[in-house]
């Protein structure tokens, strides 16, 4: 079983949710600059599935899901090492408001997890 302070395992896939903020009148430039990230890093074959969230209540918050059947490794220590990761970060990251929150979680077991789209567990 994957201990949740061992970030080389994940027994059954994890999920990132991503917190970004930006100024609302710069939400657009944020999703034009964050499209060739989003583009590069969902050709990854263990990325099974990355959404990008705008909040209907927060003017500026979007939120970002990916799932992933590796483990926090490879997308901390090897994804996000990548040219078009940190070319994103540079270019994003004088938009935010806030500080971006990162969440990392892991699938409890195959089990509770439904979905109508296909997910590898």
């Keep these: 079983m994957s201990s949740s302070t061992d970030p080389t395992t994940a027994v059954y ?28 890093i969902t050709q990854n074959p263990l990325c099974q599935l990355f959404q990008v969230y705008r909040s209907l209540d927060v003017p500026g918050k979007f939120t970002l899901t990916e799932d992933w059947n590796g483990t926090p490794y490879d997308l901390f220590e090897v994804e996000h090492k990548k040219p078009y990761f940190l070319e994103y970060i540079a270019v994003t990251e004088p938009m935010w408001t806030e500080p971006r929150e990162v969440y990392t979680i892991e699938r409890a077991r195959p089990t509770l997890t439904f979905s109508k789209i296909p997910v590898s567990v």
């Design 13 to 40: 896939g994890f999920t990132v949710l991503a917190h970004i903020y930006v100024s609302p009148e710069k939400s657009d430039a944020f999703l034009d600059a964050f499209q060739k990230c989003f583009d590069n």
